[in-house]
Nanobody, 123 residues
Framework: QVQLVESGGGLVQAGGSLSLSCAAS????????MGWFRQAPGKEREFVAT????????YYADSVKGRFSISRDNANNRVNLQMNSLKADDTAVYYC????????????????WGQGTQVTVSS
């Protein structure tokens, strides 16, 4: 049974930083591109970032480029999202995902989803 469990969400002031982590189990971690999506209240779920196994392919949404950084710990089956210079518009539930390639993840064709963790940025 595949499980993606996010942690690290919370409340932060605008301009601050937050780090999310996702622990993956039940899958061969190195076989998957990992990534993050988010969904703000009243909006559709949107792509945030994705990274291939060894980082050859890494993509970010334009809205987070230069502020967010995705990394992987392949030895411990974890994927992280460092979020800096946070804005009120970053408020959302953040989901950890696993997919076949970074291209499929970017296109929303995801094999597995986590339950999500809330990030709230106060202005």
């Amino acid at each position: 049974q595949v499980q993606l469990v996010e942690s690290g969400g919370g409340l932060v002031q605008a301009g601050g930083s937050l780090s999310l982590s996702c622990a993956a189990s039940g899958l061969t971690f190195s076989n998957y591109a990992m990534g993050w999506f988010r969904q703000a209240p009243g909006k559709e779920r949107e792509f945030v970032a994705t990274r291939s196994t060894y980082g050859v392919s890494t993509y970010y949404a334009d809205s987070v480029k230069g502020r967010f950084s995705i990394s992987r710990d392949n030895a411990n089956n974890r994927v992280n999202l460092q979020m800096n210079s946070l804005k009120a518009d970053d408020t959302a539930v953040y989901y950890c995902v696993a997919g076949q390639t970074t291209d499929t993840v970017r296109g929303g064709r995801v094999d597995y989803w986590g339950q999500g963790t809330q990030v709230t940025v106060s202005s």
